[in-house]
């Protein structure tokens, strides 16, 4: 099988898995966004943007993606209790 066709698959795959979740709306920096959200304890806006796969986003476009999912209420941010500047966005459940 061709590493191409193979690719192909998992992209069909990953589509029919975000359609049952509901994601399938969302722009794909903004499924990147919340899925880094679900992987990470403690996800910032700074986090996100020094991990090497947003490297190819700017600041303004991750800061539009985590307002897309807070005005959707997909993700909340709360004050972080060690550093005050620090919101730590989490998934809503």
Known sequence: MSTLKKLF????????????????????????????????KEATITAITKDRYFAKYSLSTIKRAVGVLLSNDIISANQSN????????????
Do not use: W
């Open 82 to 93: 060690s550093d005050r500047r620090a919101m730590i966005l989490s998934y809503n459940q």
């Open 9 to 40: 698959e998992l992209r069909e795959s990953l589509d029919t898995y975000e359609r049952e979740l509901g994601l399938d709306q969302l722009s794909e920096v903004e499924k990147s966004v919340l899925e880094f959200v679900m992987h990470k």
